[in-house]
Each structure stands twice: as structure tokens, then as C-alpha cells.
């Protein structure tokens, strides 16, 4: 619920320091104001829709470096949310918030409540989303998080909520802050300047200027204390080792007529190149074969085989080459102008500029995998790999062998990706009669490059092995090779550069709008409670997507890599109205109506309703009602394909498990996603430092943007419910299946509702200030199309209970707080079956799997001490007991964890020291 006195505070704060604040004996002017959630300024905060506020001073005490770190923690983020620890992403080095576990392209985020451009590249190829990591923390006054569907108020994209970030507007005299703080074994550092002179009130101007650097060395996975050993045998229950049998390199013999045997062997410099040299029954000891009698027959022989003590193999920890939080870089600048042109007009003008960089390593490369071939038809997968015959590259064996594992000369897969952000908003506030409008334009722009090195070239490998190109099976041998596989080390940099694939990934996307908005109060006009309050506005608002990728990726040419492209704009309208009805002193209602109509989809009107009922002054009732809706994004209606492997069961010619690619396309005949949103609650004040609220809500969502299963369009050769919903391509000359193209679609359905709850409480005590804070949220529901997935792991992540909980306290120039949060545990439904079983060999797991992935409490620890009313100092310690994620190899084989839920780094420390120049 809204903390009515916290944002009180929060507003008188900024009054003061524009010089809006009057000598003691004057009568002080009630400031009217505008509250996320209305368009109506108003003297009482207390809205109709419940609203969070996250102070400075609360951004301050969390010890989090970055708001987008702050968000993380708000409990209604309860899934589907994705941060740049997610580095295996189609959209790299980016974090957005998702409330209510709805996504991210569900939930709107505003700057100053106007809207900026989104990211450049989509999350899981659709959902597009506004970045926070280039939203300057320094710049920040207060987020206010909007936990109502608010898209009769804001337009699309507010079927969960909005999230309000509030910068700051003006500052008197110059602030310097630095910081520095180490996880993991690794080190952050932060500085920021803001600057500011000019008082609206006396000068009639003001100039503001804020300056953000952040920095972060990139943390590995072995870097981590959860990350130090992927062997989890012993750790947790259903305990494996998931280190690599061959990860670094060894030859697997086969015979002259192209069959598998059982004989192994690793290349020579295993232990030299970071692996592990290991025998076959050393690797049955090691977890990495396994022997458990739950296996068929013919199964269990042949690894039994495979553990033969003639065998040797080289393991590999891969967790030495996964990234576990990227490294990154940034910059960002807010500058803001404010001017007083006559008593009734004022002028601003505001500049945003941010540069991101992340850096972020994955695994070496290796050439088996998935290539891609020409067709008349279009691109089509398939398994590539390569026979050596005895002696070539390296082979030990006297007839043909194959080699797996990474290619270690070549070096980790490095990924950079550079966000820039341009934002810029001129406008004027004014006041006419009764009304006081705001009128602006704006403009964002944000260009990501993601610039990925050491992929391989399928037509360099080819070339260096001596064999076609050309799409398997059958298996090609390789007779004479330039690339020595078995002593890596001997391969010079022009073979290497030979086979090596670097290149860019590129996007832009672009928002510029037009607004105008106005509010009065109609003293004539007038209900038992007070006078009626009428807000009216219009919005013109264009937007382009541009994602391209290079022309390497675009032909099919490098080695296991799908492609995404999309190229769109669009143009929209809209009319808003509200209405604020005090049908009795201590009732007031809320109408609101908005009518957006867009050129491509078509219109969408939406009405929401609410009440806010003061039953006495220590308790007040609110409800609200509404409709929303979500323009599709541009990656699912302009023209856009996302091409990737996948694979299918073939009905047509019986076989099974075939490689094809799977194409994801825009859909112009695509509609709205439609929602309707209710919320009902009570705000429980006793007495002015004890504040108590409850929140229940429920959201259906329909129509929402999806795809159906390509196994589905295969079996029904593309057909569903009797439309052609697909197209499934075969080679002319084979029959097989190249590729599966469906568009995106109206499709699923969503229902969730839950309950939010939070608490306040101030205590003045002899030994100083108490302040004590808390705040849940309880997800009882969340359905798709009927099948429910709360409480689990099936869909996302929906653990049924996220929360928070703060002890505060201020004495003189001392001040402390003590932070727990806490994730509920939930049920893992994506892991095997053989994990809960009890006929495992124990060399291979110990225990069995859990039914649930464990919860989590940490704690945080903040202090800070004011030398004087110009320097201070503060420490943090965050989660204090060194709390790891819990083990969870269902959402993620790679990780182990669920990076959408849990921070790997561990504990954290913090130190940061401010100096006011005044």
C-alpha cells in the first residue's frame, strides 16, 4: 500500500529544496501534486490505487549499488524477471523488473511518468522492456511502484503495474559520493556529482546536474562459493557431479565403417590446459559415468564399457568459464533546467545520456554441434561433426575417431555488449483559470551492440579439416588437417584466425512523443464532499525497432548460432479523461478512460473505476476495477524472425529426434492483449506511527502473444483447430523436414490474483529512533489456460511468498538497519525422474532430489555515521551469513541455480563516504 506519510515526506523534501518552503510565520501553501496512479493533482497522497514508495533514503539503507538491484528485492517481482545475470540471453547485459510474475513486457516503467525507449534487443525474441541499468542511480529522487493495472491512466504495457522512477528535479550547491564494495572476490566501485544553483522560488530558475559512474569486475562462476565445484555430490540431496567427461578434449575410436566403440582417450595436455586427466574407473568414482542398475540393460553395458581402466578422459570444471555476473562499466548524466517565464508558466527542459558496457565470457568453443545449410527452401539445420582418419589432427587411435570437447587454444566466447541511451524532454507547466497544465515532447533513443568473438566459421572448420561443408549425414571424414587437435598448443594464429568467427549483433530502438495533460478542481461544479477534480490529456507518441544482425549470422555461416531480426515502426493517438468524484467527505470515487488507437493493430478503449472509502480516520477501504491492454511488441506484428535449433519426431518418415530450424515471425494481423484488473484493500492507521495495509488483487489476461509447439504443427502438418497456423518445409529431394515457420499469435490466457501486505511503524525512544517496516506479497494463483503453475518451477518460477522485513534506527549522527528478505521455497517439477530415485549408484548422486527448492532468508546490515551536515559515511554488509542460492539443476544444467530468484555472489560488503559542498 502507499506510505502516505513517506511520500509526504518525500514531496516536502523537494519543496524545500526548490524554495518553496516559507518563513515560519507565514501561512504555508498546500502544494498540490501528482501520485503514479492519477492524473489529478491533489493535496492528499493517499490515492485510490495502492501504491509503494521507495525513498532515497530507503535506496540508501538497502546498501544496493544500483536501483535495478533495489527493484529486484520488491516483493511483487515474483518471477519472469531477468537481470544481466542471465548472460546466455537474447537481450545481454540488460535487467528489467516483471510484477506479478507477468514478464517484463507487462510491466511499464516511466521516467518522471513519461515514457523512454525500450531496450534494443527483445527478451526471449518478444518481449520488449525499458532497461534500468541505464537509469542513473545517483539521479534518482523515489521510485513509486504502481501494483495496479493502470492502462486507462498510461496506455499499454500496464497489465501488471507501473514502475514510476522519480529523478531529481534540482539541488543547491555540489554533492560528491564514492564507494566501493567486493563480493566473490571481486570489487565494484561507484562515484557520482551532482551540482545544482538557482532557486525557482527566489531566482526563478534552477540547473541541476547529476554524473553516475559504476563499475564491476566480472565474477565467474568459480569465483562463487556456491560456484567453486559443479560436484554437488554430498552438498544437497540428488547431489551429481556436473563437471564435463570430456570437456577439454578426447578422441573416441571408431571403426573403419564409421562404429562407435568404447575406447577413450585424452589429448595429451589435459592437465596443462585446465582439465583433469581421469582413467575410466577414476571417472566412475568422480560421478561422471554412471553405473546405477536403474538403466536398461544395454545401457548399463555400455557404460560399463566406457569405464574400462584403459580408458582415460579429460574433465573439465566448466564453471572457470561461465559467467556468473558480467563485468560492466557506466556512465550516466541527467541535466535539467527549470525556468520561472511568468507566475502562471514555467519552463523545463531535461538531457539523459547513458553508456553500459558489460563484458561477459562463456566456454570455449567446439565444432560439434549444429550447423546450418542453403536449401531452395531456406536454411536448414543439422548435426555436424567429422571422422578423422587415423593420424589426422591429431587421432591416436589406428582406425577412423571422433573428438569432443572444446577447442582450449581458441580461448573463451567472449561476448561485449555497449548500451547507449539518449533522452531527451522539453516541456511547460502552466496554469490557466483553474487548470494547471503540462505540456511536452520527448525523445529516447537507446543503441545496443553486442560484439560476440572466438565462434567458429563452419566453412573455416571445413576447410581446416579438409571436408565439405555440406549438410550431414553422412558423417564426412577428414584426411589431412591444418588444425592440430591432440597438441592444440602447436596450431598457429593463422590457423586459428582461420576458423575463428567474430562479429556484431546491432539495434536501435527509438521513442519520440508528444503530450499535453491538464487538471482542475470546478469550484461550481461540487458533491457533499468537495469540489469535482477533472484531469483531460493527449498523446502522440512513434516508435521504431531495428534489430540487425551480421550478415555472417544472417547466411548461416557460424557454428551453433540462431539469428533474430526485426525492423518496425509504428505511429499512435490517445485520449485520456479522469475524474475525481468526493461523493462524500469521506468517499471518493475514481473514473478514468482512455482510447489509444495505433497503425498497425488498431484501438483499444479502456475505462477503470475506483473507490476510496474513510471509514474513520484510523481506517480507510479502497477498491478498484479496470480494464488494460498491451499493444503487441514490435518484434511480434512488424516484420521480425527469430530463427533457432529445435528438434521434432517426424511423423511423415518415422524419424525422430531430426534437427530443424524453428522460426518465430511477426504477425500484422495480430490483436491487442486484453485485461481486466481488480484490486480491493485497507489501510489500518491506530495511531500516526503505526500504519497497517492489505492489498488483494486479480488479473486476467487474455489473448496473450504466444506460439504453438512445433511438434504440434508437425503432427497436423501446420493445421491447428482447423487453420493453417504454420508452415512446415521439407527438402524437395529428401522429404525431411527443414524448418518449422509459425507466427506469433493470440493464444493463452493468464489468471493470478494474491495479496500484498506491509507495515510501518516509528517508535521515539531516549535511546534514539525505532522504525520498523515490512512488506509481502502472497501469490495464491496463476493459471494458464486452466493449468496452474504457483507455488512451482513448471512455467517460471512462482514461489508463493516473497517479502521483507526492516529495523531501523537514527540517534544524533548515528544510523543503523537490519534487512531480512525472504523467498517461500517452491516445487521443482523440471528435473528427472531418475533425480528422486533411490537406485542411483551413490558414486553417481547422493541422496535423491527434494520436493522442493529450498527457501531463502538473508540479511543485510547498513550503518552510517554524519560528521557534520557535510560529510558522512556509511557501511553495509549484505547478506550477512553468506547465504548461497539453493542447488537447482531443473531451471538451469549450466548455473545450478535460478538466476531470476538468487544473487550467487554471496556476502558483500560496502563502504561509501559523501561530501556536501555548500
Same mark, same amino acid.
Given at each position: 500500500?502507499?506510505?502516505?506519510?513517506?511520500?509526504?515526506?518525500?514531496?516536502?523534501?523537494?519543496?524545500?529544496?526548490?524554495?518553496?518552503?516559507?518563513?515560519? $510565520?507565514?501561512? $504555508?501553501?498546500?502544494?498540490?501534486?501528482?501520485?503514479?496512479?492519477?492524473?489529478?493533482?491533489?493535496?492528499?497522497?493517499?490515492?485510490?490505487?495502492?501504491?509503494?514508495?521507495?525513498?532515497?533514503?530507503?535506496?540508501?539503507?538497502?546498501?544496493?549499488?544500483?536501483?535495478?538491484?533495489?527493484?529486484?528485492?520488491?516483493?511483487?517481482?515474483?518471477?519472469?524477471?531477468?537481470?544481466?545475470?542471465?548472460?546466455?540471453?537474447?537481450?545481454?547485459?540488460?535487467?528489467?523488473?516483471?510484477?506479478?510474475?507477468?514478464?517484463?513486457?507487462?510491466?511499464?516503467?516511466?521516467?518522471?511518468?513519461?515514457?523512454?525507449?525500450?531496450?534494443?534487443?527483445?527478451?526471449?525474441?518478444?518481449?520488449?522492456?525499458?532497461?534500468?541499468?541505464?537509469?542513473?542511480?545517483?539521479?534518482?529522487?523515489?521510485?513509486?511502484?504502481?501494483?495496479?493495472?493502470?492502462?486507462?491512466?498510461?496506455?499499454?504495457?500496464?497489465?501488471?503495474?507501473?514502475?514510476?522512477?522519480?529523478?531529481?528535479?534540482?539541488?543547491?550547491?555540489?554533492?560528491?559520493?564514492?564507494?566501493?564494495?567486493?563480493?566473490?572476490?571481486?570489487?565494484?566501485?561507484?562515484?557520482?556529482?551532482?551540482?545544482?544553483?538557482?532557486?525557482?522560488?527566489?531566482?526563478?530558475?534552477?540547473?541541476? *546536474?547529476?554524473?553516475?559512474?559504476?563499475?564491476?569486475?566480472?565474477?565467474?562462476?568459480?569465483?562463487?562459493?556456491?560456484?567453486?565445484?559443479?560436484?554437488?555430490?554430498?552438498?544437497? *540431496?540428488?547431489?551429481?557431479?556436473?563437471?564435463?567427461?570430456?570437456?577439454?578434449?578426447?578422441?573416441?575410436?571408431?571403426?573403419?565403417?564409421?562404429?562407435?566403440?568404447?575406447?577413450?582417450?585424452?589429448?595429451?595436455?589435459?592437465?596443462?590446459?585446465?582439465?583433469?586427466?581421469?582413467?575410466?574407473?577414476?571417472?566412475?568414482?568422480?560421478?561422471?559415468?554412471?553405473?546405477?542398475?536403474?538403466?536398461?540393460?544395454?545401457?548399463?553395458?555400455?557404460?560399463?564399457?566406457?569405464?574400462?581402466?584403459?580408458?582415460?578422459?579429460?574433465?573439465?570444471?566448466?564453471?572457470?568459464?561461465?559467467?556468473?555476473?558480467?563485468?560492466?562499466?557506466?556512465?550516466?548524466?541527467? *541535466?535539467?533546467?527549470?525556468?520561472?517565464?511568468?507566475?502562471?508558466?514555467?519552463?523545463?527542459?531535461?538531457?539523459?545520456?547513458?553508456?553500459?558496457?558489460?563484458?561477459?565470457?562463456?566456454?570455449?568453443?567446439?565444432?560439434?554441434?549444429?550447423?546450418?545449410?542453403?536449401?531452395?527452401?531456406?536454411?536448414?539445420?543439422?548435426?555436424?561433426?567429422?571422422?578423422?582418419?587415423?593420424?589426422?589432427?591429431?587421432?591416436?587411435?589406428?582406425? =577412423?575417431?571422433?573428438?569432443?570437447?572444446?577447442?582450449?587454444?581458441?580461448?573463451?566466447?567472449?561476448?561485449?555488449?555497449?548500451?547507449?541511451?539518449?533522452?531527451?524532454?522539453?516541456?511547460?507547466?502552466?496554469?490557466?483559470?483553474?487548470?494547471?497544465?503540462?505540456?511536452?515532447?520527448?525523445?529516447?533513443?537507446?543503441?545496443?551492440?553486442?560484439?560476440?568473438?572466438?565462434?567458429?566459421?563452419?566453412?573455416?572448420?571445413?576447410?581446416?579439416?579438409?571436408?565439405?561443408?555440406?549438410?550431414?549425414?553422412?558423417?564426412?571424414?577428414?584426411?589431412?588437417?591444418?588444425?592440430?587437435?591432440?597438441?592444440?598448443?602447436?596450431?598457429?594464429?593463422?590457423?586459428?584466425?582461420?576458423?575463428?568467427?567474430?562479429?556484431?549483433?546491432?539495434?536501435?530502438?527509438?521513442?519520440?512523443?508528444?503530450?499535453?495533460?491538464?487538471?482542475?478542481?470546478?469550484?461550481?461544479?461540487?458533491?457533499?464532499?468537495?469540489?469535482?477534480?477533472?484531469?483531460?490529456?493527449?498523446?502522440?507518441?512513434?516508435?521504431?525497432?531495428?534489430?540487425?544482425?551480421?550478415?555472417?549470422?544472417?547466411?548461416?555461416?557460424?557454428?551453433?548460432?540462431?539469428?533474430?531480426?526485426?525492423?518496425?515502426?509504428?505511429?499512435?493517438?490517445?485520449?485520456?479523461?479522469?475524474?475525481?468524484?468526493?461523493?462524500?467527505?469521506?468517499?471518493?470515487?475514481? =473514473?478514468?478512460?482512455?482510447?489509444?488507437?495505433?497503425?498497425?493493430?488498431?484501438?483499444?478503449?479502456?475505462?477503470?473505476?475506483?473507490?476510496?472509502?474513510?471509514?474513520?480516520?484510523?481506517?480507510?477501504?479502497?477498491?478498484?476495477?479496470?480494464?488494460?491492454?498491451?499493444?503487441?511488441?514490435?518484434?511480434?506484428?512488424?516484420?521480425?524472425?527469430?530463427?533457432?535449433?529445435?528438434?521434432?519426431?517426424?511423423?511423415?518418415?518415422?524419424?525422430?529426434?531430426?534437427?530443424?530450424?524453428?522460426?518465430?515471425?511477426?504477425?500484422?494481423?495480430?490483436?491487442?492483449?486484453?485485461?481486466?484488473?481488480?484490486?480491493?484493500?485497507?489501510?489500518?492507521?491506530?495511531?500516526?506511527?503505526?500504519?497497517?495495509?492489505?492489498?488483494?488483487?486479480?488479473?486476467?489476461?487474455?489473448?496473450?502473444?504466444?506460439?504453438?509447439?512445433?511438434?504440434?504443427?508437425?503432427?497436423?502438418?501446420?493445421?491447428?483447430?482447423?487453420?493453417?497456423?504454420?508452415?512446415?518445409?521439407?527438402?524437395?529431394?529428401?522429404?525431411?523436414?527443414?524448418?518449422?515457420?509459425?507466427?506469433?499469435?493470440?493464444?493463452?490466457?493468464?489468471?493470478?490474483?494474491?495479496?500484498?501486505?506491509?507495515?510501518?511503524?516509528?517508535?521515539?525512544?531516549?535511546?534514539?529512533?525505532?522504525?520498523?517496516?515490512?512488506?509481502?506479497?502472497?501469490?495464491?494463483?496463476?493459471?494458464?489456460?486452466?493449468?496452474?503453475?504457483? *507455488?512451482?518451477?513448471?512455467?517460471?518460477?512462482?514461489?508463493?511468498?516473497?517479502?521483507?522485513?526492516?529495523?531501523?534506527?537514527?540517534?544524533?549522527?548515528?544510523?543503523?538497519?537490519?534487512?531480512?528478505?525472504?523467498?517461500?521455497?517452491?516445487?521443482?517439477?523440471?528435473?528427472?525422474?531418475?533425480?528422486?530415485?533411490?537406485?542411483?549408484?551413490?558414486?553417481?548422486?547422493?541422496?535423491?532430489?527434494?520436493?522442493?527448492?529450498?527457501?531463502?532468508?538473508?540479511?543485510?546490515?547498513?550503518?552510517?555515521?554524519?560528521?557534520?551536515?557535510?560529510?558522512?559515511?556509511?557501511?553495509?554488509?549484505?547478506?550477512?551469513?553468506?547465504?548461497?542460492?539453493?542447488?537447482?539443476?531443473?531451471?538451469?544444467?549450466?548455473?545450478?541455480?535460478?538466476?531470476?530468484?538468487?544473487?550467487?555472489?554471496?556476502?558483500?560488503?560496502? =563502504?561509501?563516504?559523501?561530501?556536501?559542498?555548500?
Amino acid at each position: 500500500m502507499i506510505k502516505k506519510k513517506q511520500l509526504a515526506v518525500a514531496i516536502a523534501a523537494t519543496f524545500v529544496a526548490t524554495g518553496v518552503a516559507y518563513a515560519q $510565520q507565514q501561512p $504555508q501553501k498546500v502544494e498540490k501534486v501528482e501520485v503514479t496512479g492519477s492524473n489529478i493533482k491533489r493535496t492528499d497522497v493517499e490515492t485510490v490505487a495502492p501504491v509503494d514508495v521507495i525513498t532515497r533514503e530507503q535506496i540508501e539503507k538497502s546498501g544496493q549499488p544500483t536501483i535495478a538491484e533495489v527493484l529486484r528485492n520488491v516483493p511483487a517481482n515474483s518471477g519472469n524477471s531477468y537481470n544481466e545475470s542471465f548472460s546466455n540471453s537474447f537481450a545481454p547485459g540488460a535487467s528489467g523488473i516483471s510484477l506479478r510474475g507477468l514478464g517484463q513486457k507487462a510491466t511499464l516503467v516511466l521516467i518522471n511518468g513519461r515514457r523512454t525507449a525500450g531496450y534494443g534487443f527483445a527478451q526471449n525474441l518478444q518481449d520488449t522492456f525499458v532497461d534500468l541499468n541505464s537509469i542513473p542511480s545517483a539521479a534518482v529522487e523515489r521510485i513509486e511502484v504502481l501494483k495496479d493495472g493502470a492502462s486507462a491512466i498510461y496506455g499499454s504495457d500496464a497489465i501488471a503495474g507501473v514502475v514510476n522512477v522519480i529523478l531529481r528535479k534540482d539541488y543547491k550547491g555540489i554533492e560528491m559520493s564514492a564507494g566501493a564494495g567486493t563480493a566473490a572476490g571481486k570489487n565494484d566501485y561507484r562515484f557520482s556529482a551532482t551540482g545544482g544553483f538557482g532557486d525557482l522560488g527566489k531566482d526563478k530558475f534552477s540547473v541541476l *546536474g547529476v554524473f553516475d559512474y559504476y563499475k564491476r569486475d566480472l565474477v565467474k562462476l568459480s569465483d562463487t562459493d556456491f560456484g567453486a565445484s559443479r560436484d554437488w555430490r554430498g552438498r544437497a *540431496g540428488g547431489g551429481r557431479n556436473f563437471d564435463s567427461l570430456t570437456g577439454l578434449g578426447t578422441w573416441q575410436q571408431y571403426t573403419n565403417a564409421g562404429v562407435a566403440t568404447q575406447n577413450f582417450q585424452a589429448v595429451p595436455g589435459c592437465n596443462a590446459a585446465g582439465g583433469t586427466l581421469m582413467t575410466g574407473p577414476q571417472a566412475v568414482a568422480a560421478g561422471l559415468i554412471n553405473l546405477s542398475s536403474n538403466q536398461s540393460a544395454a545401457t548399463l553395458a555400455t557404460l560399463q564399457a566406457r569405464a574400462a581402466a584403459t580408458n582415460t578422459f579429460c574433465t573439465y570444471n566448466s564453471n572457470n568459464a561461465i559467467t556468473a555476473l558480467p563485468g560492466t562499466e557506466r556512465f550516466g548524466f541527467l *541535466g535539467r533546467g527549470t525556468v520561472e517565464i511568468s507566475p502562471n508558466l514555467q519552463g523545463y527542459a531535461e538531457v539523459g545520456l547513458s553508456q553500459v558496457k558489460s563484458n561477459q565470457i562463456f566456454t570455449q568453443p567446439f565444432f560439434n554441434t549444429t550447423g546450418l545449410t542453403q536449401t531452395a527452401v531456406g536454411l536448414r539445420p543439422f548435426s555436424y561433426t567429422v571422422n578423422f582418419a587415423p593420424g589426422v589432427a591429431g587421432n591416436p587411435f589406428s582406425t =577412423l575417431a571422433r573428438y569432443a570437447g572444446s577447442l582450449s587454444d581458441m580461448g573463451t566466447r567472449d561476448t561485449s555488449i555497449k548500451s547507449d541511451t539518449y533522452r531527451v524532454l522539453a516541456g511547460l507547466k502552466w496554469t490557466a483559470g483553474s487548470w494547471d497544465g503540462d505540456s511536452a515532447f520527448g525523445w529516447s533513443r537507446n543503441e545496443v551492440t553486442s560484439t560476440n568473438t572466438n565462434r567458429l566459421n563452419i566453412a573455416g572448420v571445413s576447410a581446416a579439416f579438409g571436408i565439405s561443408s555440406a549438410a550431414q549425414p553422412p558423417v564426412p571424414t577428414s584426411n589431412s588437417s591444418t588444425y592440430n587437435l591432440n597438441n592444440p598448443s602447436a596450431n598457429s594464429a593463422a590457423v586459428r584466425d582461420s576458423i575463428r568467427a567474430n562479429f556484431d549483433r546491432k539495434s536501435a530502438s527509438e521513442l519520440f512523443f508528444i503530450d499535453t495533460r491538464a487538471s482542475t478542481e470546478f469550484a461550481q461544479l461540487t458533491l457533499p464532499g468537495g469540489p469535482v477534480g477533472l484531469a483531460v490529456g493527449a498523446e502522440y507518441r512513434s516508435e521504431k525497432l531495428k534489430d540487425s544482425p551480421a550478415a555472417i549470422a544472417q547466411q548461416g555461416l557460424i557454428l551453433g548460432q540462431g539469428i533474430t531480426k526485426t525492423d518496425g515502426d509504428r505511429n499512435s493517438i490517445a485520449v485520456f479523461a479522469e475524474a475525481s468524484l468526493p461523493i462524500l467527505k469521506n468517499l471518493e470515487a475514481q =473514473l478514468a478512460v482512455r482510447s489509444d488507437r495505433y497503425n498497425d493493430y488498431g484501438s483499444s478503449t479502456v475505462p477503470k473505476v475506483g473507490l476510496k472509502w474513510k471509514v474513520s480516520p484510523e481506517v480507510v477501504l479502497r477498491a478498484n476495477w479496470g480494464q488494460g491492454f498491451r499493444a503487441p511488441t514490435l518484434p511480434e506484428i512488424s516484420p521480425s524472425v527469430a530463427t533457432f535449433f529445435t528438434q521434432v519426431n517426424d511423423p511423415v518418415t518415422g524419424a525422430s529426434g531430426i534437427n530443424i530450424s524453428g522460426i518465430f515471425a511477426g504477425n500484422p494481423n495480430l490483436k491487442a492483449e486484453t485485461s481486466k484488473s481488480a484490486t480491493i484493500g485497507a489501510v489500518f492507521e491506530p495511531t500516526r506511527d503505526l500504519n497497517i495495509g492489505v492489498n488483494w488483487y486479480q488479473i486476467d489476461w487474455k489473448d496473450q502473444v504466444g506460439s504453438y509447439s512445433f511438434q504440434n504443427l508437425v503432427n497436423n502438418n501446420g493445421v491447428i483447430n482447423g487453420v493453417q497456423q504454420g508452415i512446415v518445409t521439407r527438402d524437395p529431394a529428401t522429404n525431411a523436414i527443414v524448418s518449422v515457420q509459425t507466427n506469433y499469435t493470440n493464444l493463452s490466457e493468464v489468471t493470478t490474483r494474491g495479496f500484498d501486505f506491509d507495515l510501518n511503524y516509528r517508535l521515539n525512544t531516549l535511546y534514539g529512533k525505532l522504525g520498523f517496516r515490512a512488506g509481502g506479497s502472497y501469490l495464491e494463483k496463476y493459471a494458464i489456460d486452466g493449468d496452474e503453475y504457483v *507455488g512451482g518451477n513448471g512455467y517460471t518460477s512462482l514461489p508463493r511468498i516473497r517479502g521483507f522485513a526492516q529495523l531501523s534506527w537514527e540517534q544524533g549522527p548515528y544510523s543503523a538497519a537490519l534487512t531480512a528478505n525472504y523467498i517461500h521455497s517452491y516445487y521443482q517439477q523440471l528435473l528427472a525422474a531418475t533425480y528422486f530415485s533411490t537406485a542411483n549408484d551413490p558414486r553417481f548422486q547422493t541422496g535423491v532430489y527434494g520436493d522442493k527448492i529450498g527457501s531463502r532468508t538473508t540479511l543485510d546490515l547498513f550503518g552510517a555515521y554524519e560528521f557534520n551536515n557535510k560529510l558522512k559515511i556509511s557501511g553495509s554488509v549484505l547478506n550477512i551469513a553468506n547465504k548461497q542460492p539453493p542447488y537447482d539443476p531443473g531451471t538451469s544444467s549450466t548455473f545450478l541455480y535460478d538466476f531470476t530468484q538468487f544473487d550467487v555472489r554471496g556476502r558483500a560488503y560496502r =563502504l561509501n563516504l559523501t561530501y556536501k559542498f555548500k
